[in-house]
């Protein structure tokens, strides 16, 4: 009986080791609200009060270069410093970085060109993984 336990117990971790290979999430990080699905304004909103700040990857000298496709330029002029790049084809996708308190990287995913009657919405989010290195 001991054997077949242990066995499942390899065999769960081994599985779970797999599954979760390309995931790094920290052991500690600010709460994440549910943000999928809602604009970017309110998302940013939603982080901001749940400890996460915004985080400029972008040098202000180039990032009108950086950001002329989509709707780069248009969340930078709306002070969104976070914005990191959009691309002006397709679902006009951009990303965004947040970090928290205990300094991990959020990358937030939005979709839809951004117009007041349509604003992007958020597509997805992750734990930007370099920063755990």
């Known amino acids: 009986m001991k054997s077949k336990n242990i066995v499942i117990l390899l065999f769960c971790w081994v599985f779970s080791s797999i599954t979760h290979a390309g995931e790094c999430v920290p052991k500690k990080h600010a709460k994440i609200p549910n943000i999928t699905g809602k604009s970017y304004h309110q998302a940013r909103k939603l982080l901001i009060g ?7 990857t972008l040098n202000i000298n180039t990032a009108k270069e950086n950001l002329g496709y989509g709707n780069g330029l248009t969340f930078w002029n709306k002070g969104y410093r976070e914005v990191e790049n959009c691309a002006g084809t397709g679902m006009a996708p951009c990303i965004f970085n ?29 734990f930007n993984c370099e920063y755990f290195k």
């Open 50 to 56: 749940n400890q996460w700040q915004p985080f400029r």
């Open 98 to 126: 947040f970090k928290d308190v205990y300094g991990n990287n959020l990358k937030i995913y939005t979709e839809g060109e951004e117009d007041k009657k349509y604003p992007a919405t958020v597509s997805s989010y992750e």
